[in-house]
Nanobody
């Protein structure tokens, strides 16, 4: 069955960095675009970043452009989210998703606080 397992979240100070990973299994990873979403307390889940099947095309939410980078390693069935210059407003549970489907990971908590 399809499984998406996120890791790499944690507590970081403003201005710091984190790298999230999402390990995929149960499907042919290399033929699906992938996405990262996040959900902050009391807010709707929002799309953060998208990557095409070969990684040649990426899109980002305006709020993270220039700070976050999505990438993928199809040999490792893994999608990453490098997050730099983190702000308190980036605090949320981050989820990876097989784009265009309803398959989600369990999420990983990112807390940006001093």
């Amino acid at each position: 069955q399809v499984q998406l397992v996120e890791s790499g979240g944690g507590l970081v100070q403003p201005g710091g960095s984190l790298r999230l990973s999402c390990a995929a299994s149960g499907f042919t990873f290399s033929i699906y675009p992938m996405s990262w979403y996040r959900q902050a307390p009391g807010k709707e889940r929002e799309l953060v970043a998208y990557i095409s099947v070969a990684g040649g095309r990426t899109n980002y939410a305006d709020s993270v452009k220039g700070r976050f980078t999505i990438s993928r390693d199809n040999a490792k069935n893994t999608v990453y989210l490098q997050m730099n210059s983190l702000k308190p407003d980036d605090t949320a549970v981050y989820y990876c998703k097989r784009h265009g489907s309803d398959y989600w990971g369990q999420g990983t908590q990112v807390t940006v606080s001093s």
